[in-house]
């Protein structure tokens, strides 16, 4: 990796970081928030729909504004706001709108970076699956942290201390961008192999894909922290034991969410390697072909076998990300990555966002155990669309 690209990675890396921390602590504090706004957790969980659907559906909008000015400027942009509304989520607690308000806010500003710091990655690599696994291991690591951390400072300080500490740590992204050295001067886009008048038909089927796969990532990431505080009752009274009874079941669901992002982080690296390689459409299909029989399992586990395959799950889904995002910049033209990305998040994490009132409705009528059989199902019809993917991109490369 050249010092150019390094320098780039340091950036992006926090930024990647930030997005998703910002996004997951509040399904970790989901539980003690529904109690302080005296709500049922479905009412409490609506709260953020506009938060994840604003995170997924500016995307598009962003990307087209960091292909224009660059994804310095962008960034600051992100952390700015994105603090400023996390300040705002901690004054307003007590206010189920006025949450929601700040909430959307840091979804808005959140939604900058993927299109921005992906689009920036895919225009200087050389090696594209390698620098999309590293920073996809920072985001992973913000899935980790955020419920490890929001659900200790929830326990000893309070859930508006866990709002005070994000919008914190997003202005302080803004001292790291300032500090960095600037990669985007004398931006030199890296140059395609193959026919540019490639067909855009297997970029459309990769949509298609990628949409269904942000449905089943924000099934997950919205409800496993409450589905281990529920579950995983007979290992908590062991945690107990061993911690001398301090914690809470909240606490407890938090740190084993916290490690079951670490596992994806360690499957983001593997599929960085996979992605580098082997063929890239064959490794996207068997990483979310071994996600079907881990979520069935989960809806019927409890206690360790339920972690057990959360860490599967979790593995694969988050671990084929690179091999995903090295898709993306291979089937859309290189001039415009910031806005294909954009895209791309509208619909894995807008169109995605709906997932939320799926979970919601399931939940309702089901029972939890069900969201799981569902976001299977949803998994089923995912292969089935690679499949067609793959097929379209051999015909495509046909000479």
Not at 44 to 65: E, I, Q
Not at 277 to 301: E, Q
Request: proline content about 5%; overall charge positive; some cysteine.
């Amino acid at each position: 990796m050249s010092p150019r690209e390094r320098s780039i990675l340091t950036v992006t890396c926090f930024g990647h970081f930030m997005s998703h921390f910002n996004m997951l602590v509040f399904p970790a504090i989901l539980l003690p928030l529904s109690e302080k706004l005296g709500m049922d957790m479905g009412q409490t969980l609506a709260l953020s729909f506009w938060m994840y659907l604003l995170f997924g559906l500016t995307a598009l909008p962003w990307g087209l504004l960091a292909d224009r000015f660059g994804a310095r400027p962008l960034l600051a942009i992100f952390y700015f706001g994105a603090g400023v509304c996390g300040f705002l989520a901690a004054m307003n607690l007590s206010n189920p709108s006025a949450l929601a308000l700040a909430l959307a806010g840091i979804g808005l500003f959140s939604g900058i970076y993927h299109p921005a710091g992906l689009g920036w990655i895919s225009k200087e690599f050389e090696k594209t699956s390698q620098g999309m696994a590293y920073n996809g291991m920072f985001g992973n690591l913000g899935l980790a942290t955020a419920p490890l951390l929001a659900g200790s400072v929830n326990y000893f300080l309070g859930a508006e201390a866990v709002y005070l500490v994000l919008g914190t740590v997003n202005i302080g992204g803004l001292f790291l961008l300032y500090l960095a050295r600037n990669g985007q001067g004398g931006l030199q886009v890296r140059k395609e192999k193959g026919n540019p008048k490639r067909s855009l038909a297997p970029f459309l089927v990769l949509l298609l894909a990628m949409t269904l796969g942000g449905i089943v990532y924000r099934g997950v990431s919205v409800t496993l922290p409450a589905y281990f505080e529920l579950q995983n009752r007979d290992l908590y009274q062991g945690f107990l034991v061993f911690s001398g009874q301090i914690g809470s079941p909240n606490l407890f669901a938090t740190l084993v969410t916290s490690l079951i992002y670490l596992v994806g982080m360690v499957g983001q690296y593997v599929g960085g390697r996979v992605g580098e390689s082997y063929d890239l459409g064959k490794g996207y299909l068997i990483f979310h072909l071994i996600t079907i029989p881990a979520a069935l399992a989960m809806a019927f586990t409890t206690d360790t076998p339920l972690i057990l395959f959360a860490m599967i799950h979790s593995f694969f889904l988050l671990g084929m990300q690179p091999l995903e995002n090295t898709l993306v910049a291979r089937l859309s033209p290189p001039k415009v990555h910031s806005s294909a990305f954009g895209l791309k998040f509208i619909l894995t994490f807008g169109v995605g966002a709906l997932s939320v009132k799926m979970v919601t409705l399931v939940k309702t009528g089901f029972g939890f155990s069900a969201v799981y059989i569902s976001l299977a199902c949803v998994s089923t019809l995912l292969v089935c669309t690679i499949l067609v993917l793959n097929h379209i991109r051999k015909i495509s490369s046909a000479p």
